[in-house]
Every structure is written in C-alpha cells, then in structure tokens.
C-alpha cells in the first residue's frame, strides 16, 4: 500500500476532447462498488495504462482515507493477462498476485468470463483490431460494464481523445515493474523503458486513451489472437 501514502488525486490531470477534465470525466460515477479490470496482451503491456490505473487506485485510497485514519486495504481490482501471464504488477497495486489473472489468447469466451466473475465495471483494454463477438447468451446477461476505453501498451493509442498526465512518483513504481519482469530479457526491459522514456513532458508522463462504447469494447475483446498466440499453434 505504499501509493496510499505517496500518491494524492491531485497528482493526476486529464483532458476529455482535448479540454481540462476531472476524474470523473473520464470514468463517471465510479464508485467504491466498482471494479477496475485492465486486459493485457504484450508483455508489460499494462504498462501503457498506469496513470489510469494509478489514478483510480488512488480515488479507491481517497475514499479509504475518508473513511478512517488508518487502513489495510487493497482494491479490488484485476489485471487480466490474455496469453502467458507476465507480471508482477504489485507496485502499481493490482495485489495479491492472484489479482493478476491468466487467460489463454483466442478465447475470448473465456475472457468475458474471467472479467464477469470478477464484477468489472470498468474496463482498460489494450488496443487490438476489433473482433466480432460470439459470446454465449448467458455471458453476455452477465456483463457489468459500464465503462471502457482503449489504450496502447506504448502509452499512444489511436484515435485517442482521453489525456491522462500522472507524476514521477507513479513513473517509479513503473519502472520497478519493468525491473521485476523477469520473463523478459534485459532487450525486451530496455524498450518498455524507452517506451516509457518517451512518453515524459518534463519529469511527468502523458499517456492517450479512447473511450469506447461497451458493443465496442466486447468487440475488442473478441480480437483475434495474434498468429502463433492462439491455443493450440
């Protein structure tokens, strides 16, 4: 719980069609019921969504800190890896570990199950060509989501019209993530890090995001798995 200490909402800025906005412009009536779920598809993908992340985490720390003097408590909130899980993602608070959840790439079924079960209301999803959802009529009653939006693991996703500025306090929890990917050899570390270089004004890093509709975002889950991704190739 080391951000409940370090990080306060007003370390964070957005822009919403290019004018100054709220955090509650960007996810309305986000509330201490909500759940945040962020789907993954490169290893450290979810990188490209930190301030978001770190932002809603900390107006979870917000309402825990208005609450009592003192807390132990994580959100729950859950980070959906969909091929091999490659974590930890702990410094940006997605904790326990089991909060990082793997799921096989070209299941989509699967995926809007996992994210159900969890109760996700709303919803990150890193960018891919859009798929066309054949989900069971049973998963699809189950939804919850009530708001979603693309971003890119690079922090530059298409079409973007949401800005999210954090602070050099979240760029280092990031960069301990980089650090602890072990999977991944000292190559792969040493592009997210550029990745994550370019990225900053000043000392601070601006990531895009798009807002989507939810038909568009179970579009973007049911993406096609990447060739050799897919179970089974």
Do not use: C
């Amino acid at each position: 719980m080391h951000s409940s200490e370090e990080l306060t909402s007003d370390m964070f800025a957005f822009t919403v069609d290019d004018r100054p906005a709220d955090f509650a412009a960007v996810f309305p009536d986000f509330g201490e019921r909500d759940r945040l779920g962020i789907v993954a598809r490169s290893p450290g993908g979810g990188l490209g969504a930190s301030a978001l992340i770190g932002a809603t985490i900390t107006a979870f720390y917000d309402r825990e800190r208005a609450r009592v003097e003192q807390f132990f408590r994580y959100p729950d909130y859950y980070l959906f890896h969909v091929g091999a899980p490659v974590g930890p993602y702990g410094m940006l608070d997605i904790w326990p570990e089991h909060k990082e959840v793997a799921v096989p790439a070209g299941e989509p079924e699967a995926l809007l199950r996992a994210i159900n079960d969890r109760a996700i209301t709303h919803l990150l999803i890193e960018d891919a060509p859009p798929g066309t959802p054949t989900f069971e009529r049973a998963t699809i009653a189950s939804v919850g989501l009530r708001a979603a939006l693309a971003y890119a693991a690079d922090g530059r996703v298409r079409g973007r019209d949401v800005r999210a500025t954090g602070n050099p306090a979240l760029e280092r929890y990031v960069g301990a993530v980089i650090d602890a990917l072990e999977p991944l050899g000292e190559g792969e570390r040493a592009r997210l890090r550029a990745e994550r270089a370019r990225l900053l004004d000043g000392d601070v890093p601006v990531e895009w995001y798009r807002r989507l509709t939810v038909a568009e975002a179970l579009a973007l889950l049911a993406a096609p798995a990447p060739m050799g991704e897919a179970r089974g190739q």
